[in-house]
């Protein structure tokens, strides 16, 4: 089959823009220091000029002429400036008549760089989503991941996106800290849900892709594998202490043991019994590497 775009490989994208096209504005991740994460280690970062992009555009537009979405990879194409966005965007818009969405994964702090100007600048022209990686609201974890970031910083990033009209998709990871932090990440995490109220809501499973020891290298704490039961209780308490309206929730991803959706916090009761059954259900045993499907 023919491809007239070649990509930097791994492509990695949100499980929501399955259906979008996927322009790679930037290769790899400009932070890619987080203890959990493996999905830039092959690459080096670095960002695409502006003509590059200008004719995989072209030929995206040509050959997918109905496409409605638009996702701006790699691991945060928003770390680009709004000088360096706003023309991509703006030939996007150009060569692309139905487009709806576009979307890319942030950091808060590539938020806090912009101003409220540019912001509303980049939302008026389609920006309107953008998946921020929180995976905790605990500060003390946050430095355990190298992270980069704080529950201040994330609140106020995330605010500040909200306040000039950009939607969020927040991922929280699930099993993260390990069994001594699990009750900290599961309270500090349901606390920023709260603040920050987003559109979408996922948690995630911690992965571990080449074993506990090269997490635990890389995890500057004490960290313990829990089992799946222990998984599901971090989880219920996660959402037991979520106080949020019109929130759009998943956990559905590939890495989750457990399917759960809904709306928080209208369905609260209804997950958390899903969460109890499989709570009662489950016998303790540890969580497998490669992550499954229940």
């Given at each position: 089959?023919?491809?007239?775009?070649?990509y930097?490989?791994?492509?990695?994208?949100?499980?929501?823009?399955?259906?979008?096209?996927?322009i790679?504005a930037?290769?790899?991740?400009?932070?890619?220091?987080?203890a959990?994460?493996?999905?830039?280690s092959?690459?080096?970062?670095?960002?695409?000029?502006?003509?590059?992009l200008?004719?995989?555009?072209?030929?995206?537009?040509?050959?997918?002429?109905?496409?409605?979405?638009i996702?701006?990879a790699?691991?945060?194409?928003?770390?680009?400036?709004?000088?360096?966005?706003?023309?991509i965007?703006?030939?996007?818009?150009?060569q692309?008549?139905?487009?709806?969405?576009?979307?890319?994964?942030?950091?808060?702090?590539?938020?806090?760089?912009?101003?409220d100007?540019?912001?509303k600048?980049?939302r008026?022209?389609g920006?309107?989503l953008?998946y921020?990686?929180i995976?905790?609201?605990?500060?003390?974890?946050l430095?355990?991941i190298?992270?980069?970031?704080?529950?201040?910083?994330?609140?106020d990033?995330?605010?500040?996106?909200?306040?000039s009209?950009?939607?969020?998709?927040i991922?929280?990871?699930?099993?993260l800290?390990?069994?001594?932090?699990?009750?900290?990440h599961?309270?500090?995490?349901?606390?920023?849900?709260?603040?920050?109220k987003?559109?979408?809501?996922s948690t995630?499973?911690?992965?571990?892709?080449?074993?506990?020891?090269?997490?635990?290298?890389?995890?500057?704490?004490?960290?313990?594998?829990?089992s799946?039961?222990?998984?599901?209780?971090?989880?219920?308490?996660?959402?037991?202490?979520?106080?949020?309206?019109?929130?759009?929730?998943?956990?559905?991803?590939?890495?989750?043991?457990?399917?759960?959706?809904?709306?928080?916090n209208?369905?609260?009761?209804q997950?958390?019994?899903?969460?109890?059954?499989?709570?009662?259900?489950?016998?303790?045993?540890?969580?497998?590497?490669?992550?499954?499907?229940?």
């Amino acid at each position: 089959m023919f491809t007239p775009i070649k990509y930097n490989e791994p492509v990695l994208r949100p499980p929501a823009e399955a259906y979008s096209a996927i322009i790679q504005a930037t290769i790899g991740c400009s932070w890619n220091k987080c203890a959990f994460c493996e999905m830039y280690s092959s690459k080096k970062f670095k960002t695409r000029k502006l003509e590059e992009l200008k004719n995989e555009i072209k030929v995206l537009a040509d050959i997918l002429p109905g496409t409605k979405k638009i996702f701006l990879a790699d691991g945060n194409a928003f770390v680009l400036s709004a000088n360096k966005l706003l023309p991509i965007l703006s030939e996007i818009n150009t060569q692309f008549g139905k487009i709806q969405r576009i979307s890319s994964y942030a950091l808060p702090k590539d938020i806090l760089s912009k101003s409220d100007s540019e912001l509303k600048e980049l939302r008026k022209n389609g920006l309107k989503l953008l998946y921020v990686g929180i995976e905790t609201g605990n500060d003390d974890l946050l430095k355990m991941i190298r992270k980069g970031e704080t529950f201040n910083s994330s609140v106020d990033g995330i605010l500040k996106a909200h306040h000039s009209g950009i939607d969020t998709s927040i991922m929280i990871i699930n099993g993260l800290g390990g069994t001594e932090y699990s009750t900290r990440h599961a309270i500090d995490s349901a606390k920023i849900i709260s603040k920050i109220k987003p559109k979408f809501l996922s948690t995630l499973t911690l992965s571990l892709p080449y074993g506990e020891n090269h997490f635990q290298n890389k995890f500057k704490g004490n960290y313990q594998q829990q089992s799946i039961k222990d998984l599901f209780k971090e989880l219920k308490l996660f959402i037991e202490n979520i106080d949020t309206h019109n929130t759009i929730y998943r956990s559905d991803h590939v890495s989750n043991n457990l399917i759960l959706k809904g709306t928080l916090n209208k369905d609260k009761n209804q997950l958390i019994s899903v969460l109890n059954t499989a709570i009662n259900d489950t016998k303790p045993e540890i969580l497998p590497q490669t992550a499954k499907i229940l």
